[in-house]
């Protein structure tokens, strides 16, 4: 069964640090999605991709992070700085794309980042 | 800009009676409705969705969910809950594939 890929599943970071992360959609979907979970909370959407492009990324903290889907196919996620409040699980998803709507998004297994 | 209200944020239950885990969602326009289950350090699984047709839809491990519009909720039910039932459960609205979630509920299964 295909499965998104994510990696690393555990980050440790010192503050001040550059982190990245990342993840491998489902072949042939065209949506991908980044979600930042605080222990306790619901995931909260970071940036939204249809094939390459950034169709949402208004919760992004655009001085510290940034996303990329350069072939619209894997994707990175990075942090510089790293600061403590980032501490979080950080999810990937994908989606079989625009124009299905209704369709639901298929989750990675998550990085857990603590930054110390 | 459309949101999820999950009342409880845990929900002790005895092995075997039954369960409801509340979910309202408040938006402007039409949306598409899940239910994700999500064990500890893993990802969300999909448990059961609402597209259209049938405002009562069921997942293959028993849980079900019945839309209603004119109280625009989407609650999950469970008749008779297991230990394995234990984990958290979010709720989530999709409109132009943006996909919001609530806060999640936290389902314990007491032996």
């Known amino acids: 069964e295909a499965e998104v890929a994510q990696s690393p599943r555990y980050k440790i970071t010192e503050k001040s640090q550059a982190v990245a992360f990342w993840c491998d959609p489902i072949?042939?979907?065209?949506?991908l999605y980044w979600y930042r979970q605080i222990l306790g909370q619901g995931p909260e959407l970071l940036v939204q991709?249809?094939?390459?492009?950034?169709?949402?990324d208004s919760q992004l903290p655009k001085d510290r992070f940034s996303a990329e889907r350069l072939k619209g196919v894997d994707s990175t996620l990075k942090i510089q700085p790293a600061e403590l409040g980032d501490s979080a699980m950080y999810l990937c998803?994908?989606?079989?794309?625009?124009?299905?709507?209704?369709?639901?998004?298929?989750f990675g297994q998550g990085t857990r980042l603590t930054v110390v | 800009a459309q949101s999820v209200t999950q009342l409880d944020s845990q929900v002790p239950v005895f092995e075997e009676a039954p369960v409801e885990l509340r979910c309202n969602y408040s938006s402007s326009v039409s949306v598409y409705l899940f239910w994700y289950v999500q064990y500890p350090n893993q990802g969300l699984q999909l448990l059961l969705k609402y597209l259209s047709g049938s405002t009562l839809v069921k997942s293959i491990n028993g849980f079900e969910a019945e839309f209603n519009k004119s109280q625009t909720s989407f609650h999950l039910r469970k008749p008779s809950v297991h230990i394995s039932d234990t984990a958290e459960y979010f709720c989530?609205?999709?409109?132009?594939?943006?996909?919001?979630f609530g806060t999640g509920t936290r389902l314990t299964i007491i032996p």
């Open positions: 991709f249809q094939d390459e492009s950034v169709v949402d």
């Open positions: 989530a609205v999709s409109v132009e594939e943006k996909l919001t």
């Open positions: 998803a994908s989606s079989p794309g625009w124009g299905r709507a209704g369709t639901e998004a298929f």
């Open positions: 072949s042939g979907h065209a949506t």
